[in-house]
């Protein structure tokens, strides 16, 4: 005899062993460079999972930003340059103690002058609340000559060297920007064209005017105004401080 028949739940099953290859139908045509960089990077998110969390998107933004952004899967921090990431050209100590003047390097803002590192600027982004997000710029302003784009760039910490303008954002470096949250959209696009998967309430911008910031309500996103310790008329003066970046929901002013 060859025994008892097995029940369903005795019956072997295949086991899978790490490098074992899954049939999936047949191979999907290769895509050139160009294509392959605009493609979104795909999402193993199942359905209900996505809507759930969109559901829950408005009640995050309500709580602190920490949940928030563990929920959405990434942040952008967006910083104003001039007077965020720069202070007043020329001025350092006592007028702005923790500032630097960058010799020889031209700063066009505001009437001219030496390029001055607000202290922001000098200790970096990567120990800040912002240090574990994408980084973009929207500067009204034009960032300068050669010389001052290649210091912002590197207080960034982006090796990315193309600016962009507002009809054209193909980079997420902004300058000329007048109006501010068109702007920020398209470098929060241009992360999401290449996969980064952020939602608007994940995005954060920095700014040292108070009209800039409040361009914002009304939006997703979030804004904050910066330079608090004091300011040259409606802008400020020696520029962002690392203890104001905070990636809090919402918009707030001095």
Known sequence: GIGPPLRAEDAPRPKAEA????DIGPPLEPLDEVEAAAQPKA??????????AAAAAPSLRGANSTPAIASGGGC????????????????????CPSNEVQRGVYDDA???GELTLSPLARSGLGGTACGGCRIGIVSHGTAGGRAMKDKIRSVIGGADDHWSTPHHIHSPL?????????????VLDWFNRRGAGIPPWNVHLFDDKRSNVEAFRGSAMNAHQISCAGGDGDIGRCGAEPHEIRLSPGVSVC
Not at 88 to 95: K, M, N, T, V
Not at 174 to 185: A, D, R, S
């Open 110 to 112: 505001y009437g001219g």
């Open 43 to 52: 999402q193993a998110v199942p359905e209900a999972t996505a809507i759930a």
């Open 76 to 95: 952008l921090c967006v910083f104003d340059i001039d007077r965020t990431l720069t202070g007043r050209q020329g001025l350092g100590p006592p007028g």
């Open 19 to 22: 490098g074992d290859s899954v």
């Open 174 to 186: 902004v300058i000329g920007c007048g109006y501010k949250p068109p702007c920020v959209q398209g």
